[in-house]
């Protein structure tokens, strides 16, 4: 069977975001099952990771495009090269160049890693994606697909209402995460906190440090990502690049992952790899992975926030053991990830189908 994985979102700045990072988890859980399937690459193989751009046997050069070309280039590539399956690995995002084939001459399936710029109200920058023609586009293309992969039981349930029972097959799959070093000794007065799209919150976040910092002066908070339009960062608050990521994990205080929105969360299960403490939003998607294993607040109410820092700043063994647990429970989750997707690429495939109508008749 030929399998076209539409890559292209790595030519876009999600190489080292949640949606790329968890592409490139998901294509290494394949890889290491051992597919015996073509597997084919639309993208510019230098923008790929290289532990993704090891697995496809071909590839068809990407480039750059519109979403507007590629409503007849997508369907006739795929004719082109006999695809027999397509998987989307970014759909409904708000890159607006990056969209799906109008028709669909193999069958199709779309991951979505979720439907913030539907349902994510508070964020003007998705009110606008709403009004566009793209995403409206998008939306009905999406109800036309096989299958949609979901990253979380959080999204499917957004992206079932969201289709209305349209699509024939909704599943979610978790992302395996990597283990990483878990600091034994005394952890540093430092938490991090990741910068970048509105929804992560960082104006509260800061906010609540400030206040967490008038009772615990020598601590400091650690902003990683872009601090663009953040204005000047107070006392104990410093900017610092995302190489300092891991370091952060394996030796600081916690992890703050207080979002307004997600769809996973993926930066709170990295801090569970490393046994770092995390502070995470009272929302659905965390509950999914972190019940047990995290310290729960109010996104909206900075008090919330820091009072969440003062329990882990108190408690810090105990919150370290606790995200060591939570992230065995949640290995276990993961632990056939690639026999999930086989699983669903043959459920797709010709020959499938063939046997399917074969019996039904």
Known sequence: MRILWDLRLFS????????????????????????????????????????????????????????????????????RHNIDVLHYWMAMGPVFRIGMGMFLPCRTMATVYDLGVEYNPGNPYCAHARSTWYWRMQKSLLRRVDAVSCISHTTKDEVT??????????????????????????????????????HKNLARVIEAFALFRQ??????????GDTTGAGALPDGVTAGPMRDYEQLLDTGAGLVACSTYEGLGIPALEAMAHGCPILVSDIAPFHETCDGAARFADPHNARSIADGMRDIASNQESYVKKSKLGFVRYRA?????????????????????????KDNG
């Open 333 to 357: 989750m993961t632990v056939n990830a690639g026999g999930q997707w086989e699983a669903l690429y043959e459920a797709l495939s010709p020959a499938h189908q063939g046997a399917g109508r």
């Open 215 to 224: 009772t615990h002066g020598s601590y400091r908070l650690a902003v990683l």
């Open 12 to 79: 876009y700045g999600y190489r080292d975001r949640g949606v790329g990072k968890y592409v490139s988890a998901m294509a290494r859980a394949i890889d290491e099952r051992g597919t015996a399937h073509d597997i084919i690459a639309w993208a510019n193989k230098g923008d790929v990771p290289a532990e993704v751009a090891a697995i496809p046997k071909s590839w068809i050069r990407y480039g750059s495009g519109s979403w507007r070309s590629d409503l007849a280039r997508i369907p006739l590539l795929a004719a």
């Open 161 to 198: 209402r969201f289709l209305d029972g349209t699509a024939k097959r909704i599943d979610v799959m978790y992302p395996p995460v990597k283990s990483g070093e878990v600091c034994e000794k005394s952890r540093e007065t430092v938490f991090v906190t990741l910068a970048g799209a509105p």
